[in-house]
């Protein structure tokens, strides 16, 4: 055989060989765009209507004490059992199997919260006049609530440099499952040996928690702290404690802050009334539409339970917006706006917005104005409803 032919027949074997290993970066490939137009893209999918999209990984953040355990947990219970979360408009469009990796708080703890929760569901539904409802709620949790509990009982080291072992362990557990939409680990200092200042590490860690989002297909929530500068009123991605990686390589961030001391002068709050109420505010959101979650409040319960309230920095002027329009009673709905809007701080548009939403609250009536041809419509002021809702504001919870 001529060398020509040997070293042929060898490259032809070495090839044959190569081709049933892996390469490193395969995955690397050029493709082209005619695929797009091939079908529509698929919708956006939401785990939470209107406040969290489907997505890898996104981070809970808030000062200790505040509810950030509570509201992941709630959050957790909603998706499971297709509760509402917190306000009517944040429906669960499907239920979907959830996984609660908690490695803080010790298997009772968990075990109380959930009762909480659990039995603060039941007395909504039952308030709702819906017990067919509440009886199963209890069959839904226990077919899609899962825990992993691993406070106490070794160390969780995710992104760690030379080992991948914890993140596939956890990744095992939960495709044990099947089909899992969401996974909460709760808190971040308790699953990382990473310094939460340096880029490079913390990069590595929500690498880590990606690649369980990748392998399951479940939206990963990690739950964190804010820095103390940030934890009295300050709701802004950059108050996440650590470095900016954090928020930087997550898709979806929601904080949790305090109530400021001038705020709770404005609302007559004592310091520990004040303690119980907690502003949440989502400032990076990469796949909702821009503005679609706005500022709002929670209470804690006495239990533990999260409630959403009506509070606003504002209220002094939404006061008066209510004082200015119950001494009208009465008016054609043209030369209400124009009062209200000359009598008020507020924009022509905002009015109309206020106006709008008292409308469909019942508080304020409008029917056509008989006395007047066309469209000419009159609004006419419930006073009863009106101090009801106005004594909701300055007493801070509602609905």
Request: aromatic content about 8%; glycine content about 6%.
């Amino acid at each position: 055989m001529k060398k020509q032919e040997i070293e042929k027949e060898f490259r032809n074997r070495i090839e044959e060989l190569e081709s049933g290993v892996k390469k490193p970066y395969d995955f690397i490939r050029v493709e082209n765009c005619s695929k797009f137009f091939e079908r529509e893209p698929r919708p956006q999918e939401y785990l939470v209507s209107n406040f969290l999209p489907k997505l890898s990984v996104g981070l809970i953040a808030g000062w200790g004490g505040l509810g950030k355990s509570w509201l992941a947990m709630q959050l957790a219970m909603c998706v499971a059992s297709g509760r509402a979360f917190l306000k009517e408009e944040f429906q669960i469009p499907k239920m979907k199997k959830v996984v609660f990796l908690n490695a803080e708080d010790d298997e009772n703890e968990q075990h109380r919260r959930f009762r909480a929760i659990y039995d603060h569901m039941c007395s909504q539904y039952s308030e709702q006049n819906r017990p067919n409802e509440s009886e199963g709620l209890k069959a839904k949790l226990e077919q899609r609530f899962h825990f992993i509990p691993v406070a106490g009982k070794g160390r969780i080291s995710l992104g760690h440099e030379n080992d991948e072992e914890c993140q596939k362990a956890i990744i095992d557990e939960i495709g044990k499952l099947g089909e899992v939409g969401l996974v909460i680990l709760d808190p971040a200092n308790r699953l990382t040996d990473a310094n939460f200042n340096s880029t490079e590490e913390i990069t590595r860690f929500i690498q880590a928690l990606d690649e369980i989002h990748h392998k399951t297909g479940a939206t990963c929530l990690l739950v964190t702290h804010v820095n103390k500068a940030s934890a009295e009123g300050r709701v802004t991605a950059g108050a996440v404690l650590g470095s900016n990686a954090f928020v930087n390589a997550t898709r979806w961030v929601l904080v949790m802050a305090s109530m400021m001391e001038a705020h709770t002068e404005k609302l007559g709050l004592s310091t520990e009334d004040a303690r119980c109420y907690a502003c949440i505010d989502i400032p990076k959101a990469n796949y909702l539409p821009a503005g679609m979650v706005n500022k709002f409040w929670v209470k804690r319960t006495e239990s533990g339970v999260l409630q959403s309230v009506y509070f606003t920095p504002d209220l002094e002027e939404e006061l008066l917006f209510l004082d200015v329009l119950q001494s009208i009673s009465e008016m054609p709905k043209t030369e209400l706006i124009k009062t209200l809007t000359k009598e008020t701080d507020f924009s022509k548009r905002k009015v109309r917005k206020e106006l709008e939403k008292l409308i469909k609250g019942r508080i304020v009536s409008e029917n056509k104005d008989t006395s007047k041809k066309g469209m000419s419509k009159i609004c006419t002021v419930n006073e009863a409803k009106l101090q009801k809702y106005r004594s909701s504001l300055s007493g801070g919870p509602g609905n």
